[in-house]
Nanobody
């Protein structure tokens, strides 16, 4: 079984930065695709970013492209989401997810393991 634990969320002013971390245990995830999703109150969970398990290709939602960066440290079994130039509309609970496939996907239901989420609040 895989456990994912997110950290790094909090309150930040618009234009600021945050780095989210997702630490995995129970299995080495170096070959798995990893994704970040977010869910704002009253909205559906949406794709933010993903990174392939092999090769490390990355993918981003248009709303965060150029501002957010996903990366992974396989030695630490950890995935990161660097969030720069944040906006109030980035406010949401951010979830880390792992997919038993090396290929990333944007649909939440295609991911097999999820963390509990970390709150990010951006003030204007």
């Amino acid at each position: 079984q895989v456990q994912l634990v997110e950290s790094g969320g909090g309150l930040v002013q618009a234009g600021g930065s945050l780095r989210l971390s997702c630490a995995a245990s129970g299995r080495t995830l170096s070959r798995y695709a990893m994704g970040w999703f977010r869910q704002a109150p009253g909205k559906e969970r949406e794709f933010v970013a993903a990174i392939n398990g092999i090769g490390g290709s990355t993918y981003y939602a248009d709303s965060v492209k150029g501002r957010f960066t996903i990366s992974r440290d396989n030695a630490k079994n950890t995935v990161y989401l660097q969030m720069n130039s944040v906006k109030p509309e980035d406010t949401a609970v951010y979830y880390c997810a792992a997919r038993i496939s090396a290929i990333s996907a944007v649909v939440p239901s295609t991911y097999d393991y999820w963390g509990q989420g970390t709150q990010v609040t951006v003030s204007s």
